[in-house]
């Protein structure tokens, strides 16, 4: 029954891979490297499980050939995880590439398992498979190795090269492929450990971890890569057209209401306030989402205290309603620009100075009474 389910699971998430290779090719204004390594990662994942899950069931032909032909797809897993990671993080040009010799160690391997097939099927007596099985134990062995070296290059690029990172850390905290890479880890000890059991005592058991951990990567990798590439990629090209100064707040939001005494309060303390709102705005320090009032007391030279207080009477908000305020209608600039309508609503959010997609939106509707999703619509 449990291997049942597996196999199940098995082919599900090969079809939702298949379905993922689909659906990003034809997505064309995002067919970048980055897309086609993510999607040669994910299909080799489904191969290699497509290929597990046929041999589990039982499938057979008449073909000798077609039997015995088991294709190392897995080895091409590693190789295009490692690309599509450098390219992501934009340090291609700084690291190997370890494609061009995976693909000639996998073309090698396909030749002496087809010369091997050839000779068993040719010149042993009764055509016994056991050269084949030990070839193939004795491949995968030599491939884990391999395989081993690759997903740890990979992992120190995001755990180790933190001076390559600087530039893809400003829109992603990578916290994502960090957790893929730690769920990899564990994958790459369940092969480990079931060649080890494969080898010792030849039960195939040990490899259903592996194929359901497979496959739970599937839809991680898939989802999180597609939705995490697509919102950097925005952000890119938002904050290059806010350093152009192309879509950005140049004049200054309204305030609350201003009461009659709110009018004649001292003159001098209004100018400080504007003098204190024009600088934030023309030197788009809303736009950091670690922004404090430290960083802004410090660089005006005035006192937390008297900052707080012109903050609170003029604007009516207090400091962090404030700069949601700015944040918002520099949003709204964004949404309301048709040209910037096929980029994602999170990253505009996320690069007008908001830290989440939740923040972005409790922040967006306390100011505009909506949400930015029905904000967008109008226009």
């Excluded at 995002?30 to 040669?40: S, T, W, Y």
């Excluded at 690291?95 to 693909?103: A, C, E, G, H, Q």
């Excluded at 480990?192 to 991680?220: E, H, Q």
């Excluded at 207080?309 to 404030?322: A, E, P, R, V």
Aim: glycine share 2%; proline share 2%.
């Amino acid at each position: 029954m449990i291997v049942k389910i597996i196999n199940f699971l098995l082919i599900a998430g090969v079809l939702q891979g298949f379905g993922f290779n689909l659906v990003t090719v034809f997505v064309k204004k995002r067919f970048h490297k980055v897309i086609i390594f993510l999607n040669l990662t994910v299909l080799f994942i489904s191969l290699n499980n497509l290929q597990a899950w046929l041999i589990d069931s039982g499938f057979t032909s008449k073909l000798f050939l077609i039997n015995q032909l088991l294709v190392p797809w897995y080895l091409l897993i590693f190789p295009m995880f490692y690309a599509f990671t450098a390219n992501f993080l934009r340090v291609e040009k700084k690291v190997n590439s370890f494609i061009k010799p995976t693909l000639i160690l996998f073309f090698t391997e396909m030749v002496i398992r087809l010369c091997l097939i050839s000779y068993v099927y040719y010149e042993v007596l009764n055509r016994d498979i056991s050269l084949i099985e030990k070839y193939t134990a004795l491949e995968e062995i030599c491939n884990v190795f391999y395989c081993v070296f690759l997903f740890v290059n990979a992992s120190l690029l995001i755990f180790r090269k933190h001076e390559m990172l600087d530039y893809i850390l400003s829109y992603d905290d990578l916290k994502w492929i960090k957790w893929f890479i730690r769920l990899g880890s564990i994958i790459v000890l369940f092969w480990i450990t079931a060649i080890i059991i494969k080898n010792i005592f030849d039960n195939d058991m040990a490899y259903y971890p592996l194929r359901l951990g497979t496959s739970v990567l599937l839809y991680w990798i898939g989802y999180q890569g597609f939705y995490k590439y697509n919102v950097v990629q925005d952000r890119i090209f938002l904050r290059s057209t806010i350093n152009e100064n192309k879509v950005l707040i140049t004049d200054n939001p309204p305030n609350k209401t201003e009461t009659q005494k709110d009018r004649i309060v001292n003159e001098k303390h209004q100018k400080e306030f504007n003098n204190i709102k024009q600088h934030i705005i023309n030197n788009k320090l809303y736009l950091d989402p670690l922004l404090s009032m430290d960083t802004i007391t410090s660089q005006l030279g005035i006192s937390k205290s008297h900052f707080s207080k012109l903050i609170n009477t003029y604007s009516k908000y207090n400091f962090s309603d404030f700069i949601n305020s700015l944040r918002v209608e520099q949003a709204k600039k964004f949404l309301s620009n048709d040209e910037f309508s096929a980029y994602t609503i999170v990253a505009i959010g996320l690069e007008c100075g908001f830290n989440s997609k939740s923040t972005f939106y409790s922040a967006f509707k306390k100011f505009t009474s909506e949400t930015p999703t029905l904000f967008r619509d109008q226009f």
